[in-house]
């Protein structure tokens, strides 16, 4: 379901609707958003949670070659909705609810 706050938005691109059947799009997204789509949390940062699973720079697992990911993405929900969540893919793997964060300094 949506998770929304107190203005009934939903804070995060989630995966609304019935999964993994249809998505209904309720936030105006149907897949990945653009990063500033919601508002930035306390610290000024977009998208910490949802959106898309962000690439690490750690292994999930030293014992493989598994990179980690954090964030969750908007194909997933629930527990796995925050910025500790995190999961692992092998390197090559690509898809849309995979990225990558950029940061730049305030001018």
Known sequence: GKRADPG????VQIWQGEFPNHDTAEDGYAGP???DAFPAN?????????NVWEWQNDWY?????VRALRGGSWYYYGDVLSC???NG???DDRDEYIGFRVVR???
């Open 8 to 11: 009934g938005q939903a804070p």
């Open 42 to 50: 306390d610290f000024s940062l977009f998208s910490m949670t949802g």
């Open 89 to 91: 893919f092998i390197p």
């Open 105 to 107: 300094p305030q001018s």
């Open 84 to 86: 500790s969540a995190r």
């Open 61 to 65: 697992d030293k014992e493989t070659v």
């Open 33 to 35: 958003c653009p990063v």
